[in-house]
Each structure stands twice: as C-alpha cells, then as structure tokens.
C-alpha cells in the first residue's frame, strides 16, 4: 500500500512540474526479463522512468550514496532499487540484478554511471554487456532530453519538456549483438576487446536517439550506422 502511495504521489508531482512526451514508450515489452540501458542526467529521470513504466515490476540500479539521505531511502526502498558501489566493481550489486532479470523484471541501468548534468552523453561502462551476456536478456535502449533544463525553466516559472524516446531490442549472445531472438539464451562471455566493442553499440543505439547535439563521443558510431535501428531523432 505504501509504495501505492509513494508512486501516485511522485506521478502527481512530475504532472505539475513537467510535461512528458514519451510516444515510443509502448514499445517496451509488457512481460519478460529485460535490461533497460538509459543516459543518465540528473535526479528527474528515476522517477520519470519508473512511473512510466508502471505497473511493470521496474528495478534500478542506484549509487548506494541514495540510502544516505532519509527521504530518497525511503523511496528507493520502495521501488525496491539495487544499491551499487561505484569506487570498485560490486558483484552483489550485479548478481541480485541478474535475479531480478530471472524473475521477469526490467532492470534499469545507466551505463554512464554518473549524472552528465548538461544532457550530453558520456562514456559508458561495459556492466550493461556483462549483464546481458550472463542472463541472455535483451537490451532496451532508451533516452531522455529536456531535463538538462529543468533548474532555468524552474526559475523562468515554466515547465521543462521531456522527450522520452525507445529503440529497438538487442540481445548480446557469445560476443555477438544479434537484432532478434528469444530471451534468456545465454553464451560464452564475450573478451574484453568483444565487451568494448558492444557497449559501443549499446551506447551508440542510445545516441541514435537523442539530438545530435547530445550524442558525445557516440555520434560519429551513429553515423557509421552502429547501434541498430532506431527512432530518427532532429
């Protein structure tokens, strides 16, 4: 009942501070296990996934830093999120996340791993590929743009627009990013040279998605047609 309360309270309050267009958003899967690989601004885009993607059982990855602040506990407690380490590589973290994915939840993760503030997509990590190759669930990628403007909208009384866009699946299997296929087939784990390679599709099918002037480091893979297929972004 109390996480009942907790999310129609926060829904209500995103309503009022922000308006949302997310028109893909029903190409999210309504069952099966599924990673969701997301960019990562700022504090608006937790709450703005997991309402969207309600009442799918949605489990982030947090940085365990949230547990110190009483009201974001009380919240990421409720939502049940996944504490992670991030001065080192937290195994706990990952194997309770691949769990989760064998029960049928959408694990969410930012492969950037910390806020980039200004809407501009950073190098990513390559767990996202590690959790995909040991579980066999496929890779959503998804982004977010507008929230980078929320504290000067906030300030000028207006309300920030936030685009929320979806790609297309993609499944990691024995080195190999394969478009279609069943879930939860799982490989051998792919080297350190194949991991580097992935996230770089990974991330590059995130970038498909945004602007071009948010797609960082990843543009030029965008447009040497990496990444998959995907919404045309402007």
């Known amino acids: 009942m109390r996480r009942l309360i907790v999310t129609a309270t926060i829904r209500l309050l995103l309503k009022i501070v922000v308006r949302v267009r997310a028109p893909g958003i029903d190409r999210v899967p309504r069952s099966g296990p599924l990673i ?12 703005l996934i ?18 110190e602040n009483r009201l974001l506990r009380l919240i990421a407690d409720e939502w049940e ?5 991030r001065a080192a590589a937290d195994t706990a973290a ?3 996340a691949e769990e989760e994915l064998r029960r049928g939840a959408i694990v969410v993760i930012a492969p950037e791993g910390s806020r980039s503030g200004d809407g501009i997509l950073r190098r990513g990590h390559a767990g996202v590929v590690t959790l995909a190759a040991k579980t066999g669930a496929p890779v959503l990628p ?8 929320v504290w ?14 979806v790609g297309s699946p993609i499944w990691i299997r024995s080195g190999v990013v394969r478009t279609t296929g069943p879930s939860c087939e799982r490989g051998r784990m792919p080297s350190r040279t194949e991991r580097d390679r992935l996230l770089r599709h990974v991330m590059a099918g995130i970038a498909r998605l945004l602007p071009e ?3 960082g480091e990843y543009g030029p893979a965008v447009e040497a047609g990496s990444g998959g297929p995907g919404l045309r972004t402007p």
């Open 50 to 67: 997991y309402t969207l993607l309600r009442p799918r059982r949605v489990i982030g990855i947090a940085k365990a830093e949230t547990w």
């Open 94 to 96: 990952f194997r309770r």
């Open 81 to 85: 999120a996944i504490p992670i380490h």
């Open 213 to 215: 002037r948010y797609r």
């Open 142 to 149: 998804m982004a977010h743009f507008g929230g980078e403007q």
């Open 152 to 165: 000067a909208c906030w300030r000028r009384v207006r309300r920030p627009v936030v685009t929320v866009r």
């Open 36 to 47: 969701i690989a997301v960019n990562h601004i700022n504090f608006l885009e937790v709450p």
